[in-house]
């Protein structure tokens, strides 16, 4: 009986991938199907559904993310269940993570991407993809997302202070990177020493650090402490 559910379902699923988007009612009626069968299988197979429901959900076309966003978060209610499955988890958050962001929903994006940073032990690859998204959060967004994107930022710096291959730009860009996310939450005291550490970065990459020591003074400023020049430390 288990295996005619999975037989259906993959059915439904290729008969449903190959419906013309336009076809919208049509296509909705076969997701209700699915999920009618799917609901059959969930405790006898739970991550034959989970899977199933991640590969529905990176079909589904970014102008129906509602669609996609109610499959991610099918697998996410359960997360429980996968903990010892964290392929499923990642592919969850970090499906959401991409659909909200792609949305321009940076507050969820960020609760996305920090919990996934907290489940999975990010391989390497996906170290500067979750960095860039920080980073844009923190000069794109709102100032309330600001603390998010600290919080990202942070996660993939201490990653890249464990790797013993750590690739040198990727670990500069998070340093400053922390240093100003510390500096636009006006955590001064912070944000100095990862500032201080970025010019030495800066310089063994041969880029400008006119703007960083103009942070640098700027502290000063703002801690009563004498300034720097910007011409050295």
């Known amino acids: 009986m288990i295996d005619n559910y999975k037989t259906q379902l993959e059915a439904y ?16 009626s076969l997701l209700y199907k699915i ?18 429901y991640m590969k529905i959900a990176y079909f589904i076309p970014a102008e129906e993310y509602k669609i996609a966003e109610k499959y991610f978060l099918k697998v996410i209610k359960q997360e429980k269940v996968f903990k010892n ?12 993570g991409d659909l909200y962001f792609e949305q321009k929903l940076y507050d969820k994006a ?14 390497n690859f996906l170290d500067e993809d979750i960095l860039q998204m ?11 997302h ?34 100003l996310a510390k500096y636009k ?21 041969k880029w400008d650090c006119e703007k960083i020591h103009q942070y640098l003074n700027s502290i000063a400023n703002h801690t009563d402490s004498k300034p720097m020049s910007v011409s050295g430390m």
């Open 13 to 28: 699923f290729n008969k449903w991938r190959k419906i013309n988007l336009e076809k919208k009612e049509e296509k909705k």
């Open 35 to 52: 999920d009618e069968v799917a609901s059959f299988l969930e405790d006898s197979d739970s991550v034959f559904v989970a899977k199933f």
């Open 85 to 96: 499955h964290v392929n499923i988890l990642e592919a969850a958050y970090e499906g959401l």
């Open 110 to 123: 960020a609760d996305a991407y920090i919990k996934l940073l907290e489940v999975v032990e990010i391989i």
């Open 134 to 144: 920080g980073i844009a959060m923190l000069n794109h967004s709102k100032n309330s």
């Open 146 to 179: 600001t603390e998010k994107a600290e919080k990202i930022i942070e996660y993939i710096y201490k990653l890249d202070l464990c790797h013993k291959d750590m690739d040198h730009e990727l670990f500069t860009q998070t340093t400053f990177n922390l240093g």
């Open 185 to 205: 939450l006006k955590k001064y005291t912070e944000a100095k020493p990862y500032f201080k550490k970025a010019i030495i970065l800066y310089q063994q990459q």
